[in-house]
């Protein structure tokens, strides 16, 4: 699904990833730990195919197309999917008509007809009650006014429409209570299926009680320091992060 | 990706679409400005006494008086010797009698223009009056209209058959020292529309005036009185574009509004004109005086506008609330890019009791468009319990374009409610991505995030205007983005 190789980026010329590997299969679930400041966030952000990240080196290949060279909607339209960690107000523009245009520029891509309203509409409701959101907030502006549950959950209202091959989450754990996090890992579950991997983005352990992960990588100083299954992720909420400095320090000695 | 921009820079430069001209002979009066071009063209009107003698009045004052410089706008000062005042197709020298008399050339034009005159193909329920440079070329329904008493013709025919009416209303809302445009306009105007809806009766269709600006060199000076008499009311909307030149031409026309008691007048504006390229040559220069005045008790005047064309918009749709318990809107967008330059907002004078006013300004700056609101609240010491909310917007794109606000507020009593509130806002780069992150092109992103901006506006319009005014906002933003 998805193969990282070396890969290399600045923010504003300061490196921040510092040669990262990682192979993802389809159908695996992957765990990004990490503390703050260690390029988790970037990470997301090159792969999803943000400008302001500047690639330095490496390559990504995704289902076997060289990801850095699509634009962000293509990525888009070929899968792949960002859950935002502050997801935008978009004042004036209704959450159902984002979603409907969203959709149907994919499904064009796809060479698949547009979905009429109401077919769209069937669609989105029966997403919406997984995602235990009330009908109403198709109506309102799309995040305008939501709380920061009610806009972690849109985005994975989003992500349950589109149907991504490849989603990431950033965050999505971040500012949620424990009940909407139960809600937010319910609806990601439901789209965990052996054709679609997702890279969890997190900073805490919390998230991944719901969703288990099939690894976990700590990311620390733009590089996975160390990999491992789940149990990793209880190692961390034992230790801490703390333990990375002296790992940090080991490897550029080694250097 | 080739075709598709990528960053709200690439996006901001389609072509203007109305651009073209219609090749059509004239009857047009040598260029230049004198007491002599102002009696000409009343002569060629045919027009009364009382009429020559009050646009002479206005031109006497006119060479008295100055060019505003206080606006955030800048051009060359403007050769008024250089400007044709007058010019007819020459086909429509007597005035209009039918549909069937207008000449096909013009109608071909507007057909263009998608404003079809044939009264069998026109949008069910919107009474049409083409103006074309100086004259008015066809009315429609006008028959229909006149069942109920309304009287909807060109200024000049209105001033042949109506002049009782012309002379009790014209220059009552926008006296004619009232600035140096409506003083040149009131001198030198040389046709519009005008509408008078009689007591008790509400228009049954839209009305409508499309202006085209043809000729080379000339100025179009066209005047707008719209009387609402008691209990009646009006839902008006006005159209304009003009071809492409390299040159810059005037556009200063007047537009007054009347509304008697519970009278309400509702005045829409889809302004396109040529706007010029993108290095800023060429262009209309619209320098507009509009204003309303909600003369009796609970009257309502509502102006929106859509201001996507012109090189220089300076342009100020104004309401005196004079009627006790009157109340007056102001709905707007205004949209400059590439070199274009907009000062605009409106007045708001509360002297009635009780009265409310709205103010809802959206501006949207891309390219190196320059663009500014600019309004006034007046709260006369008469006017207790007088109310006004204003909301002010700005939405810019790129980095090089400027807006700017300047709110004047001027309260005399205490018993008044005054509210601004003011946003700027860069549309997001953060915004775009979003988008583009779940499959939209940026030029698709780009418009739904400016229609959404503008939604509280477009709202406003009547349901064709408002899909006119959202095509028009993603043509003029194409290849605008930064």
Same mark, same amino acid.
């Given at each position: ?13 300061? !490196? ?18 990490? !503390? ?8 997301? *952000? ?108 849109n985005e994975i209202l989003q992500m349950a429409v589109l149907e991504p091959h490849l989603s990431i989450l950033d965050e999505t754990d971040s500012g949620l209570d424990i009940d909407a ?75 | ?75 060359? =000062? ?275 009791? *009780? ?51 300047? =709110? ?75």
């Amino acid at each position: 699904m998805l193969s990282i190789d070396n890969l290399q980026a600045s923010v504003a010329d300061k !490196p921040i990833l510092r040669g990262i590997s990682l192979e993802i299969k389809a159908g695996e679930v992957h765990a990004i730990m990490g !503390p703050n400041g260690s390029g988790k966030s970037t990470l997301s *952000n090159v792969l999803a195919g943000r400008e302001n990240v500047r690639v330095t080196g490496g390559k990504v290949t995704y289902r076997g197309k060289d990801l850095l060279a699509m634009e962000v909607e293509e990525r888009a339209r070929e899968g792949v999917f960002l859950a935002f960690q502050y997801p935008v107000e978009i004042p004036g523009v209704g959450n159902v008509y984002l979603l409907k245009a969203a959709l149907n520029a994919q499904r064009k891509h796809r060479g698949l007809p547009e979905l009429d309203a109401m077919d769209f509409l069937a669609l989105v409701k029966d997403k919406m009650k997984l995602m235990e959101m009330n009908e109403s907030m198709l109506y309102r502006a799309v995040n305008e006014g939501f709380s920061g549950g009610e806009k972690k959950r849109n985005e994975i209202l989003q992500m349950a429409v589109l149907e991504p091959h490849l989603s990431i989450l950033d965050e999505t754990d971040s500012g949620l209570d424990i009940d909407a996090l139960k809600i937010v890992a319910n609806g990601v579950n439901s789209l965990r299926s052996p054709e679609r991997s997702m890279i969890l983005v997190t900073h805490y352990q919390r998230l991944l009680d719901y969703i288990q992960p099939d690894f976990v990588h700590v990311l620390a100083g733009g590089r996975i320091v160390r990999s491992g299954g789940p149990e990793l992720a209880h190692e961390l909420e034992r230790e801490g992060y703390a333990w990375i400095g002296d790992a940090q320090s080991q490897t550029v000695a080694a250097q | 990706m080739n075709s598709v921009p990528d960053t709200l820079e690439e996006f901001i430069s389609q072509e203007y679409q109305h651009g073209f001209e219609t090749l059509i002979d004239a009857d047009e009066i040598p260029r230049g400005l004198s007491e002599d071009t102002v009696r000409l063209i009343s002569a060629r009107k045919n027009e009364p006494d009382f009429l020559l003698q009050w646009r002479l009045d206005a031109f006497r004052r006119w060479l008295k008086m100055t060019p505003p410089t206080w606006s955030n706008v800048h051009y060359p =000062p403007i050769d008024y010797q250089d400007i044709i005042y007058y010019s007819a197709p020459r086909s429509q020298k007597d005035g209009h009698k039918s549909l069937e008399e207008v000449d096909p050339e013009l109608l071909k034009t507007y057909e263009k223009l998608g404003i079809p005159l044939h009264e069998r193909a026109i949008l069910a329920g919107v009474a049409v009056d083409a103006v074309f440079d100086s004259v008015s070329v066809a009315t429609t329904f006008k028959d229909k209209l006149a069942e109920v008493g309304i009287i909807f013709c060109s200024f000049s025919e209105a001033v042949q058959h109506h002049p009782d009416l012309v002379r009790q209303y014209l220059g009552t809302v926008v006296p004619v020292q009232d600035n140096f445009y409506a003083a040149l306009n009131s001198a030198v105007f040389s046709d519009g529309s005008f509408v008078y809806i009689p007591p008790g009766v509400r228009c049954p269709m839209e009305l409508s005036t499309y202006f085209r600006i043809n000729a080379k060199n000339t100025g179009q000076f066209e005047r707008t009185l719209i009387i609402a008499d008691q209990g009646a009311s009006v839902s008006y909307l006005e159209g304009c574009t003009a071809p492409m030149r390299d040159e810059n031409q005037l556009h200063a026309a007047v537009v007054e509004l009347v509304a008697l008691d519970d009278a309400k007048i509702k005045y829409s504006t889809v302004q396109n004109w040529y706007p010029g390229d993108k290095e800023g040559r060429g262009g209309i220069y619209n320098f507009v005086t509009k204003r309303g005045d909600c003369r009796g008790a609970r009257s309502h005047i509502s102006w929106t506008q859509v201001e996507t064309g012109s090189a220089i918009t300076w342009k100020y749709p104004s309401v005196v609330l004079r009627g006790e318990e009157s109340v007056g809107e102001f709905y707007s967008v205004a949209l400059t890019n590439h070199r274009q330059q907009a000062d605009t907002g409106t007045k708001m004078i509360h002297i009635g009791k *009780n009265t409310r006013s709205t103010i809802v300004s959206k501006g949207i700056s891309a390219g190196y468009g320059q663009q500014a609101y600019r309004g006034l609240v007046r709260v006369a010491r008469s006017a207790i319990g007088a109310r006004n909310h204003t909301q002010c917007d700005s939405l810019l794109l790129g980095d090089r374009c400027q807006a700017h606000t300047y =709110p004047y507020i001027e309260v005399k009593n205490n018993s008044a409610t005054v509210e601004h509130e003011a946003s700027t806002s860069r549309i997001g780069e953060d915004q775009l991505f979003f988008c583009r992150q779940r499959g939209i092109d940026t030029e698709d992103a780009v418009s739904m995030i400016v229609n959404g901006f503008c939604k509280e506006v477009f709202k406003e319009l009547p349901m064709e205007f408002a899909v006119e005014a959202q095509k028009l906002l993603g043509v003029s933003l194409e290849g605008s983005v930064g």
